[in-house]
Every structure is written in structure tokens, then in C-alpha cells.
């Protein structure tokens, strides 16, 4: 092996070490996953068409915010989709934040203040049939006026369409995801780097290392302890948090 190669792969393994350990000292000290640990889930039902799996399928939708911050506190806001196929296929997980539309600020993380008028995208794009693709939610439904968790639990969207869109094409809808009922945590882990959709792999290379280092440090960290309460906002009425990401 060349000096610079090794000199390369030096860096890497620094580099990993420094985000794995970081994130698990956050989700350590949260008693949660490190980046949006509080949240709520929703029994959910998801038709898609092609390119992603067609069909109709169960599954688990949780909304979060990314810094877990109080009541109708701005935040990053997150829309987290488990698919459960069939019995005999492995679910898949999608996570979705708040972001913009257009060809870079679909990359870019958007503090939001409403989950109605927030547009959540993947920010990375996942790779497909040797395209990068983006995903994109879109509530649907009345506009709720809030950006607190707690008040999720009788006042959220009615849904999401989703869309997908590639490097240079426009957005093409691709699906419908509906909320149907509040769910009690189940302690699951919503991990897009473990559960793709078939033939899907997040890109680019580089940023999907990274991601995984991030996810495996905030799953050590937390170590499959359940998510603490979200902060008491200005609603009298609580709600149990949903499954956490990473």
C-alpha cells in the first residue's frame, strides 16, 4: 500500500471514530437517539407506484423535531415512514426532513414552525438504476398551525404525497401516505441505512459512511432505551412518543 493511502485511510478511520463517538456521547446523555428523540406515531397507509415498490402497504409514520426542541418552537421538523411489506419481505425505513424544494435547497435542512406547510425531502439523494433520486413530502389536509409534538396527538396532518425527482427532472408523484391513529411507542429505530427500499441505496458513497457512523454511535449510545418525554409545551394534553430514528 502507498504512503498516501495510508495517509487516506488514516484520516478515514479518525474521521468515523470522531463522528461515531460523537453522536453516541449525545444519545448517552438524551436517554434517546441523538438527533430527533422525541416524536409521535401514526399507524399509517402507503400506496406507491413505480420506481419505488408499487403496491399498497402497511406501515408506521413518525413526526419529530431534530433538536427535540418545546412546545411551537421552530425546528427542523422530520417525517420518518416504516414500510412493512408482506410477511416474508424485511420492512423498509424512509426519513424525511424539512427543507426546501428546489435543486439545492432540497439538500438543506429548513427550520419550520407548521408541520402542514413544511416540505420534507431526504436531503441525500438515494441511488437507483445508476440516477440520484430525491424523495419529497407534501402534507396534506387543513393547515394545522403548530409545530409542537405533543399537540400531534389530535392535531396533525391528514397525510403526505409523495414525490420524486432526479438531478435535472421535476418533481413526479410517486405516492400517497395517510395517517390513521396515534400509536404507543414501541421502542423501534427507524435506520435508512439498514432498511432501503429494494434496488434504493443512499448516495454518495462518502456521506453514506459518514451516515452510518452517525447511526451506529447513536444506537450505542442510547443502547435500545426508550425515548424520554418530549418537553412540556402549553398543551394540557400529552401524547406518547413514537419510535425513534437513529
Known sequence: MSTGRKVID?????????????????????????????????????ELVAPLPEGRYDAVARLSKGAGTPGDQVDVLGLAIRVQPAAEAGSWDLLLSSAGQGRLTRCLPVPAGDWSTARYSTLAPYEFHHRWIWLMATPRGPKVGHSSVIKLDHNAPEGFTLAIASQ????????????????????????PMLNSPPGWR???????????????????????????????????????PGASDG
Open 10 to 46: 488514516v484520516i478515514r478511520g479518525s474521521t468515523e471514530a470522531v463522528v461515531r463517538e460523537t453522536f453516541r456521547r449525545i444519545a448517552a446523555v438524551r436517554g434517546a437517539a441523538a438527533v430527533h428523540p422525541h416524536g409521535v406515531a401514526f399507524k399509517a397507509e402507503l
Open 168 to 191: 435535472t427532472g421535476g418533481w413526479l408523484t410517486v405516492g400517497r401516505l395517510t395517517l390513521l391513529t396515534p400509536l404507543t411507542d414501541t421502542g423501534d429505530r427507524f435506520d
Open 202 to 240: 443512499l448516495a454518495p458513497a462518502w456521506l453514506r459512511t459518514i451516515r452510518e457512523m452517525a447511526y451506529q454511535g447513536s444506537r450505542r449510545g442510547h443502547n435500545g432505551t426508550p425515548a424520554a418525554r418530549p418537553p412540556a409545551d402549553s398543551s394540557p394534553q400529552a401524547t406518547a
